[in-house]
């Protein structure tokens, strides 16, 4: 599996990863096993989502051991500074580790800064800071949310609904991104596409770019697994 550097924020992975929310409908022995199967194949980037800690607690479970191996990130829709801190707290705790490598703030209606009123993206970085996170990111399926992250830099990843059925003008976007020096992510595609092959050679080919999918067994799942033990 390629390796890739997600631009600045420094995090170098395969180009290939998982979103976790399936696992939340498996039991802990079952969560522990996809996983690992993933693991054995290569897989090292984990989208643990939203704070649900029911979920974190299957991630942490079936992870335990692999922790330094990892690349562990989570998303965070904007709050007061507290409840963020609470939550944040949950979520690592669930987890069994002390730290995300990837925190990011999820799907906002405006663009989370540092100094503005609510204070929430000054609470990201004051848990940056003290270690409990180790980069920030952002995820949006809005052109002009995007645009503005990429614009004034505030930000080392962006996760966008990229698909290999995607527009140009939405590649340039994933170009913009590369050029901005951030990561690029894709959101996973739900229910899994029908034309596999084309999704996957299409979003492995770009540097700096995690192609993710549903953590979730069949053979979809065994598809994006052979990908991953293969050079693309």
């Not at 505030?154 to 050029?179: C, K, S, V």
């Not at 229910?191 to 084309?198: A, E, W």
């Not at 299409?202 to 770019?209: E, S």
Request: net charge negative.
């Amino acid at each position: 599996m390629k390796q890739v550097t997600l631009g600045r924020s420094g995090i170098v992975t395969g180009n290939l990863g998982f979103e976790c929310g399936p696992l939340l409908q498996k039991s802990f022995a079952e969560c522990r096993a996809i996983t690992q199967r993933a693991i054995e194949a290569g897989i090292r980037f984990f989208d643990i989502g939203l704070p649900v800690e029911e979920l974190q607690k299957r991630v942490g479970h079936a992870t335990v051991g692999s922790r330094r191996e990892l690349i562990l990130a989570g998303s965070f829709e904007p709050c007061k500074p507290e409840e963020f801190k609470n939550q944040l707290k949950m979520v690592l705790r669930g987890l069994k580790t002390d730290y995300l490598d990837l925190c990011q703030i999820h799907d906002p209606d405006y663009l989370p800064r540092t100094g503005d009123s609510e204070g929430f993206y000054d609470a990201l970085m004051a848990a940056k800071k003290a270690g409990y996170i180790r980069s920030i990111g952002l995820t949006t399926g809005s052109i002009d949310i995007a645009l503005h992250a990429l614009e004034y830099g505030w930000y080392d990843t962006l996760q966008f609904p990229w698909q290999a059925q995607g527009g140009e003008e939405e590649m340039d976007y994933l170009t913009f991104t590369h050029e901005a020096d951030m990561g690029s992510i894709s959101v996973p595609p739900q229910p899994y596409p029908s034309d596999m092959k084309t999704q996957l050679e299409t979003l492995t080919a770009w540097d700096n770019h995690v192609s993710l999918w549903l953590l979730e067994e069949g053979a979809d799942m065994e598809a994006v697994l052979q990908a991953a033990q293969s050079d693309c």
